[in-house]
């Protein structure tokens, strides 16, 4: 009985005969060669994208990348992505945000293809409008516009224009003798020119050419037949070319084709040409992207830089797509969006371990490494192979290389020194245990090796041998220059005039120092020397002296330079523990390169560096060689414009969409917060960007530069601004300051100019009415004074006129008196009573002066002394009278002013009522009261005399008319209560 696998052994061996037949196709098609890679920048979830399949990209008329994918329409600033997502309003369809093809028709106008919809989009609001909606309908969306309106075609509609809110059909009129067949369905369509429109589908490709005809849009259609079409492209001279099954073929105006190339790939629908005439694309079925390139197809491996290490990316691309600076974007499915910049520096790199030294022969290259053999590496670093393994082995430190005229090389070890051929036969050696050693002096013949202390001279010619050995420094770089020999060294740098010209082997005396900086190399640049050393890069001149360095030198000041080397342009490339740097022909900028250039490391080696064949520079490292053709390097270019990408205004956005012109804003004092990014259109390394601020009328000098493309001011003091950026480029070319925005904080009303002027205003007035008022005072203040002065002049009228009628009167009367006296001395009698009638007279006299004095003297004016005097007078007064007087005072009277005038008006008024208690009432009693009431004083005088009618008060005497009018100017009252038989009162009130 058989057993089962004997059955299955035949299919088996049939299905391993398909396979290796497969294989070998494959391989006869395309020889086991490596591909091609591309560093890319990858974009993903990570940065925004909501999907990571990228159905088309574009870039619109502002220099923005936009892109379709299967949630949404996104934008792009070189950073991070914006989404821009059809909301749900009842209608909503998952399907609709499935986004597939867009056409920008104008500025800030797209229209956008998904799943089932046609809608238009609005970049400057960020809104979506539908222009058509059909369940399972697939609109087919072409970048061919015809009036600005966009081509589309559905099974259902055939051919139609985009208009605002409709399609408009395309009439076709049949132009030659095929028809369209049928299931035609167009796979990509161009614009030819004005007129012409090709269209490529499956089974051939349609030819449309808008006719003359009045009306609707009427096309003549063409039919050519061509089964197997899978993709259509045209370049930049307008030139149209087609893929037919693996070949490719340019198209014709008259219906022809040629073929061009056979791709040998079956390619999916993408196919793109770039500026270059590369062709880009595809493979059927496969993960690959594959570059026609002249008549080398290649396939493409996409490379993302990862820190120090870079990860290979395989992804099936979609869509191909060169922006206006040259960079190429990848649409792919599941790895998001990948960035190709073709300006963006690569360096070519060989790992083959820590590189000790270099040396150019031929078209290859020498390196020589630490214990990792010597090699030898093709011009572009993609071969390497190694050199007599069985000599240089994996214990042999290399210390330096040198050839000669008959291509050997020369290789110094740690063990000795080994002459060898291009293929690594041994020729010649010399045994010899070395810590250092160096190739200073290679000419005629000669080659002049420096290890250690000594100085060793060989034959360089067709029997290599040593000459000479000689006591000698340690020398890292010796050369001639302007007529001197410069040698650097660990110590310094060493200038001799004298022995210019003269190899000086074994000298002891090197020359004047010229430095103490530890030299790694010296370059002749012109009339300067430039020497790389410890502390920098160091200036010379050539007789000796030191050079002020260029200011952008300043940055190397405390790093460790170890090689220099010139290109065709001028500029000076470097390396040192930092990465590899280039300084530009005017030598204002510095430029640096790092890892994501592909370097082998930051850190490079002392005489690692030589110029190669074809200008190409290389540098060697710890982990391997770098190289570079500087010819391709471009370090002088236009510096793109600078455009807003996203801007908010008080914290809130200024817009929905994309901000589409230069924004005048106006905020109010309480919310003066202003925050967004910029971008430019030439889309480099964001981390290479330097962008450069100034908020006039705010900031007083520009913002560092810094690769951060966003600004923020918050809290803005009230006033006008204008927000200018700057930018340079990865390259460090500065562009000129463009005006990104005006702004205006708006003032508090208090601080508006109206506000301002209204309070000047104010002042004035203020100032005015205070001066008014100041001036009024002194006015009123020089009144009083001229009143008081008034007062002063009536006081001593007054008093001048008492004298006169009082006591001058009494002084008469005396005088008369004593005049009678002295004539009747005869008559005793008579004139002891003139005699009494004098004296009595000049009792009232003293009495008189007395109360003048009392009524003149300030310190009475207070209503206590006019108390105390009052019932002083009354009771004197009263004393020799038969009338008895009571006073009815407060226990304590307060002591509150009286002017002088008042004392005395009150004072006259009571001494007049007392005179008229003795000479009329008749009255055995008097009462005096005093009552103070706040301010007010009343004063009552009553008797118990036979009074009188007060009806005849009017017609009495001036006594009691002098009372009333002496009250009357104090601004008091006055009143008499008396009826015959009842005495008398009089009533005084006065305010104090």
């Known amino acids: 009985m058989q057993r089962p696998e004997f059955h299955a052994f035949p299919a088996r061996c049939r299905l391993c005969i398909v396979v290796i037949s497969l294989l070998f196709i494959h391989r006869s098609i395309f020889p086991q060669q ?101 369940k399972a309908v697939y609109h087919a969306l072409f970048n061919v516009l015809i009036d600005r309106k966009p081509l589309v075609w559905s099974r259902n509609t055939g051919f139609c224009l985009v208009d605002d809110d409709s399609l408009c059909p395309l009439k076709l009129i049949k132009g030659g003798q095929k028809i369209i067949p049928e299931g035609f369905v167009p796979i990509r369509a161009l614009q030819h020119n004005k007129k012409d429109i090709i269209v490529l589908g499956d089974k051939g490709i349609l030819l449309l050419r808008k006719s003359e005809a009045p009306g609707r849009m009427v096309f003549t259609a063409n039919w050519y037949e061509a089964p197997g079409c899978k993709a259509m492209a045209s370049d930049k001279y307008g030139r149209t070319y087609f893929v037919k099954d693996t070949r490719l073929y340019r198209f014709h105006e008259n219906g022809q084709w040629d073929e061009v190339n056979d791709l040998k790939v079956n390619i999916s629908a993408e196919l793109t040409i770039d500026r270059q005439d590369n062709f880009w694309f595809s493979g059927s079925g496969s993960k690959r992207l594959f570059r026609l390139s002249g008549q080398k197809t290649e396939m493409i491996d996409f490379l993302e830089p990862q820190g120090r290490y870079t990860d290979t990316i395989r992804p099936s691309v979609k869509h191909v797509f060169e922006d206006n600076s040259g960079n190429l974007w990848f649409g792919t499915d599941g790895n998001g969006l990948l960035k190709y910049n073709p300006g963006r520096v690569i360096f070519s790199k060989s790992l083959i371990g820590f590189t000790r030294c270099l040396t150019a022969l031929d078209r290859n290259i020498i390196a020589g490494t630490y214990n990792k053999g010597l090699w030898k590496l093709s011009e572009d670093l993609k071969q390497s192979v190694r050199l007599n393994p069985e000599l240089f082995g994996n214990k042999t430190y290399i210390l330096d290389l040198a050839t000669d005229t008959r291509k050997r090389i020369w290789v110094a070890t740690d063990n000795g020194l080994y002459v060898i051929s291009a293929d690594g036969a041994p020729i010649f050696s010399f045994d010899h245990n070395w810590r250092t050693a160096a190739f200073i002096e290679n000419h005629n013949d000669l080659l002049q090796l420096q290890c250690d202390s000594e100085l060793y001279t060989f034959e360089a010619g067709r029997h290599p041998a040593l000459i000479k050995q000689a006591a000698y420094i340690s020398v890292n770089s010796r050369l001639q220059h302007s007529g001197a020999q410069w040698t650097g060294t660990p110590v310094g740098l060493f200038f001799d005039k004298v022995s210019a010209g003269h190899p000086s082997v074994g000298q002891t005396n090197y ?55 010139p290109d065709e342009q001028q500029r000076i490339w470097f390396s040192g523990i930092r990465g590899i740097g280039c300084i530009t ?12 250039n592909n370097l082998q490391s930051l850190e490079f080696n002392h005489n690692a560096a030589c110029k190669g064949p074809g200008g190409r520079l290389y540098f060697g490292g710890i982990n391997g060689v770098n190289a570079i053709a500087p010819s391709s390097y471009i370090s002088e270019e236009e510096v793109p414009s600078v455009s807003i990408f996203s801007l908010f205004i008080a914290d809130t956005a200024y817009t929905q969409g994309i901000v589409s012109s230069m924004p005048q804003i106006r905020l109010n004092r309480n919310a003066a917060h202003i925050r967004g990014s910029v971008f430019t259109a030439d889309y480099p ?84 009415l205070v001066a008014r008022k100041v001036q009024g005072i002194r006015y009123a203040n020089r009144i009083k004074a001229l009143e008081q002065e008034h007062a ?76 105390a005097y009052v019932r002083r007078y009354a009771s004197t007064y009263l004393e020799a009278s038969t009338v008895d007087v009571k006073f009815h005072f407060p226990d304590t009277v307060p002591n509150l002013p009286m002017s002088a005038e008042l004392r005395r008006n009150l004072f006259l008024i009571i001494k007049e009522a007392l005179h008229n208690v003795i000479k009329h009432s008749g009255a055995s009693k008097v009462m005096i009261a005093l009552q103070i009431e706040k301010k007010r004083l009343n004063i009552n005088l009553k008797d118990d005399g036979q009074g009188f009618d007060a009806k005849l008060l009017p017609g009495t005497g001036n006594g009691l008319h002098n009372m009333r009018r002496r009250m009357e100017d104090c601004g008091g009252d006055f009143r008499i209560l008396s009826a015959k038989g009842q005495g008398t009162e009089i009533i005084l009130s006065v305010e104090l």
């Open 511 to 565: 020359g004047t120092q010229v430095s103490q900086s530890e030299i790694y190399q010296l370059m002749p640049s012109g009339n300067e020397l430039w020497a790389a050393t410890g502390n920098g890069i160091e200036l010379f001149s050539g007789d000796g002296k030191v050079l002020k360095p260029y200011p952008a030198l300043d940055l190397l000041k405390d790093e460790t330079i170890y090689a220099l080397l």
């Open 585 to 596: 022909t005017d030598r204002k900028r510095i430029i640096r390169f790092s890892s994501k």
């Open 685 to 768: 390394d964001a981390a290479d960007q330097r962008f450069s601020f100034l908020l006039q009328g705010y900031q007083p000098e520009w913002s560092e530069p810094a690769p951060d493309a966003g600004f923020s001011y918050r809290n803005l003091p009230p006033g006008e601004y204008r927000l200018l950026v700057r930018y340079s480029d990865p390259c460090q070319n500065q562009g000129e300051p463009e005006l990104l925005l005006t702004l205006v904080v708006e003032p508090a009303f208090w601080q508006t100019l109206w506000f301002a002027l209204s309070v000047i205003v104010s002042i004035i007035i203020i100032t005015v």
């Open 34 to 134: 490596p591909a091609e890679a591309l560093f890319v920048d990858a974009y993903g979830i990570e940065n925004g994208l909501r999907q990571s399949m990228v159905s088309q990209i574009h870039q619109d008329r502002q220099g923005m990348i936009w892109i379709v994918t299967g949630d949404g329409l996104h934008c792009f600033d070189g950073r991070e992505f914006r989404v821009f997502r059809i909301p749900y309003k009842g209608v909503y369809s998952n399907s609709d945000n499935m986004m597939r093809m867009l056409v920008e028709t104008e500025p800030g106008s797209i229209v956008i293809a998904s799943s089932s919809s046609l809608f238009r989009f609005n970049a400057s609001t960020g809104q979506f409008s539908f222009i058509i909606r059909e």
């Open 792 to 867: 002063i002049e009536k006081e001593r009228l007054r008093i001048s006129k008492d004298m006169h009628d009082e006591v001058g009167a009494s002084l008469t009367r005396i005088s008369i008196l004593s005049e009678i006296a002295r004539s009747r001395q005869q008559e005793p009698d008579n004139t002891q009573k003139v005699i009494e009638q004098i004296s009595e007279i000049a009792g009232n006299v003293v009495d008189e002066l007395s109360e003048i004095i009392w009524a003149m003297n300030p310190k009475n004016d207070s209503l206590d002394n006019f108390a």
